[in-house]
């Protein structure tokens, strides 16, 4: 049986619980969260568990199975911080059998490290890890534990405890080597003086499974449904994910593909290139896209770096100076661990505020700020939110507050089948959210929505591969229904906190449904 780890940084101890079957993916996170963490506790408190589970096919043969939840207690007496993280820790995790990983207490002294192998698991103190940079981090922990070593963890600026902060996970050995994921967050590690959490394995599909060769057989038939798709199979892996701004606009905006000319190397990238962000990915967003360039992309975010600079500052800048700085910048914040495309957006207000034009000066020295800790690099680590509190009765800077993805979701117009005869009756709307907590639980990325969402099929075919994964018979409605119980537990969670009316906790991704599925 699967066991959860649990390490406690104030006692400087390690424990292993069984997992039960009753729980899994993003519904487990929140089960451990509130079974570990007070109904009432801040973010930043040592009280606080921060939780990485992955889900239940990652670590297993299956196509784009490469995702973890992470989640802790938010700000606000009771929100959940709740994040999706791909990378190849997912996989390692989950191949050496463990369905969680919750973290509590504080270390103290800091610059924390939990490692984690096939044999043992434990707590170490790295002082040398104080001040490095993400990039830094990742390289001084390989260089001792090996290239096969999967790491997360935060950077300066969770150490600081700015809402900025984002985690940073590693790509399996070659180039990029990491990344920050824009939905991340990192303060809460950062509070909690944990620098990484280290699984040193060289295995990724490893994860206990009943029946190996029927879910390769049945994995086959998934693969073909996302490499068929226009939007996974093609638009995807031949631009990356600037596909998802045309889409956000227009749902019938899939860019046409030029067929390449030219075969998959990188002249000026030496070793091996990560086309994709984890093993057996079948959409390949990072830099599949890439391979008829020198050009090889960080993460699939600089897309949105360059999206939000275009939506904030286009007159000032031209098309060619968007694409440098939106790297540039991108890179740096990849360094510190922090939210590139917020920073962009919290530049945007507080410039607003100051009556000030933007420039490319203003926006590299602005980013030192924060990295420096300055009293206006906390101010702006503190994101819109933070500014938005210094001016509660201005319209025009309200407006421009970062909200939920959505906030609007009571104006959505969707238009959805209703697949299974349990769910003829439930609003469209639920029934996108249930597909989505589905697809989380599972661990696959949900860049495959496109492919697999809104289709009797596809969702048929996923419960064929839960029961070759777990041995236990299930139809579609069974996986539905546990996912509206996911959403139900998050409500719960906020109500017994005494939070009326927040929101729940949904991707970002789901601006893109909202209107790929609208009516």
């Known amino acids: 049986m699967s066991k959860i780890l649990v390490a406690d940084l104030s006692k400087q101890s390690i424990s292993r619980d069984k997992a039960t079957d009753e729980h899994y993916g993003r519904g487990l996170a929140v089960h451990l969260l509130k079974e570990h963490t007070p109904l009432e506790c801040s973010r930043l408190s040592p009280d606080n568990a921060f939780i990485v ?271 440098r700085l939106a790297a540039q910048l991108s890179a740096r914040g990849f360094e510190l661990g922090l939210n590139t495309t917020e920073f962009i957006n919290t530049v945007a207000l507080y410039l607003q505020v100051k009556e000030e034009q933007v420039s490319e000066e203003n926006l590299t020295s602005l980013m030192e700020e924060i990295a420096a800790g300055s009293l206006l690099g906390r101010l702006l680590g503190s994101t819109t939110t933070g500014l938005g509190k210094l001016y509660p009765t201005d319209e025009r800077i309200q407006a421009r507050i970062t909200r939920p993805a959505n906030r609007n979701e009571d104006e959505q117009q969707l238009k959805l089948d209703s697949l299974y005869p349990d769910f003829k009756s439930l609003d469209d709307l639920d029934l996108l959210y249930r597909q989505v907590f589905l697809v989380e639980n599972l661990g696959i990325c949900i860049f495959t929505a496109f492919a697999l969402l809104n289709k009797k099929d596809t969702m048929d075919l996923l419960v064929e591969l839960y029961s070759h994964k777990t041995g236990q018979p299930a139809n579609a409605e069974d996986l539905l229904h546990y996912a509206g119980s996911c959403l139900a537990a998050e409500e719960a969670l906020q109500r017994e906190s005494a939070l009326a009316g927040v929101k729940r906790s949904i991707p970002e991704f789901v601006k893109v449904l909202y209107t790929y599925f609208s009516a």
């Open 53 to 323: 589970v992955p889900g239940l096919f990652t670590g297993s043969l299956v196509s784009c199975a490469t995702r973890a939840v992470v989640a802790a207690r938010g700000d606000g007496g009771g929100r959940l911080a709740i994040s999706n993280i791909t990378g190849d820790f997912p996989q390692k995790l989950a191949s050496l059998d463990l369905a969680a990983v919750v973290v509590k207490g504080k270390a103290e002294t800091g610059n924390a490290v939990l490692y984690i192998d096939e044999n043992e698991a434990k707590l170490l103190h790295l002082p040398e890890l104080r001040d490095l940079t993400c990039g830094e981090i990742v390289e001084h922990l390989r260089s001792r534990f090996g290239n096969d070593a999967a790491i997360i963890g935060s950077g300066p600026i969770a150490d600081m405890g700015l809402p900025l902060s984002n985690l940073f996970t590693s790509y399996p050995e070659g180039t990029p080597r990491y990344t920050c994921p824009r939905n991340s967050f990192g303060d809460v590690p950062g509070s909690k003086g944990l620098k990484a959490i280290v699984v040193k394995t060289s295995k990724y599909f490893a994860a206990p499974c009943a029946d190996k060769e029927a879910l390769k057989q049945a994995n086959r038939e998934l693969t073909q449904h996302l490499i068929n798709d226009p939007i996974c199979g093609g638009a995807l892996p031949g631009l990356g994910s600037i596909t998802i701004l045309h889409l956000l606009k227009n749902k019938e905006a899939i860019p046409s593909v030029v067929e390449k000319t030219t075969t998959a190397k990188h002249s000026q990238v030496e070793g091996r290139v990560n086309y994709t962000c984890a093993p057996l990915c079948a959409i390949g967003c990072l830099n599949r896209h890439s391979s008829s360039s020198n050009q090889v992309f960080a993460a699939p975010e600089v897309a949105e770096v360059r999206a939000a600079m275009e939506h904030c500052f286009a007159v000032n800048f031209s098309e060619v100076d968007l694409d």
